[in-house]
Nanobody, 126 residues
């Protein structure tokens, strides 16, 4: 069973930056897709970015392209999400997720992921 532990997040003003971290523990066969989702009250979780560790491919939602960067550190079993040029609409609870599938074409669907982090709040004020 893979366990994901998140850190980072917080409150910033518009235009600011934050970094989120997601550390993995346990063993997971074929860790093919790692992703970040965000959720606001009353809405479904939205895929923000994903990374395929083996293929080193990355994917982004159109709303964050050019502002957010997903990356990985194999030695630390950790993925990161760097959030730059933050906007108030980026506010929400951010979750990392891990799934045993190929990211391409499937990463946006939250139901595909077997493991989730505990969530961390990001609040961007105008």
């Amino acid at each position: 069973q893979v366990q994901l532990v998140q850190s980072g997040g917080g409150s910033v003003q518009a235009g600011g930056s934050l970094r989120l971290s997601c550390s993995q523990s346990g063993w997971m066969e074929n860790r093919n897709c790692m992703a970040w989702f965000r959720q606001v009250p009353g809405k479904e979780r939205e895929g923000v970015a994903a990374i395929s560790p083996q293929a080193r491919s990355v994917y982004y939602a159109d709303s964050v392209k050019g502002r957010f960067t997903i990356s990985q550190d194999f030695d630390r079993n950790t993925i990161y999400l760097q959030l730059n040029s933050l906007k108030p609409e980026d506010s929400g609870m951010y979750f990392c997720a891990a799934g045993q599938f190929i990211c391409a074409g499937l990463w946006r669907s939250a139901s595909n992921y077997a493991s989730w982090g505990q969530g961390t709040q990001v609040t961007v004020s105008s």
